[in-house]
């Protein structure tokens, strides 16, 4: 799923201004959602969905580079596959591997399970 760049900074915006602080010198900055560090956002951010938007998440979150990274590979894309999976099971759109009933054997022969 992709969205135009102007609803991606619409969604940037909302996170920027809702998660945005202050330091005693009134620089503005925000902090990483995950591992808590301070980010400069004049050196990059990113604006994560707490809830990924294939799941119909509107939340959002600031995160530091690597920690967008990872959520979105180790959490995110795994749930989406899993969700994927089970609503393909459930809507009998079962994916079946190369033979279906069949099997092959160490010797290369095919035989039906
Ligand atoms: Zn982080």
């Known amino acids: 799923m992709t969205r135009s760049s102007a609803e991606q900074a619409k969604f940037r915006k909302a996170v920027f201004h809702a998660h945005k602080q202050h330091d005693e010198n009134g ?21 994560d969905h707490t809830i990924p938007r ?6 959002g979150q600031p995160l530091c580079k690597p920690c967008h990274k ?12 899993k969700s994927k999976r089970a609503s393909d ?3 009998g759109i079962k994916r079946k591997g190369w033979g279906g ?3 092959k054997k160490m010797n290369g022969d095919v035989v039906p399970k």
Do not use: M
């Open 27 to 47: 620089r503005v900055y925000l902090v990483c959602g995950r591992c808590g560090s301070k980010i400069d956002p004049v050196y990059g951010w990113e604006a």
């Open 101 to 103: 009933n069949q099997r």
């Open 54 to 59: 294939e799941f119909g998440g509107t939340e």
């Open 89 to 91: 099971k459930h809507y």
């Open 70 to 81: 990872r959520k979105t590979a180790t959490k995110d894309i795994p749930a989406i596959a």
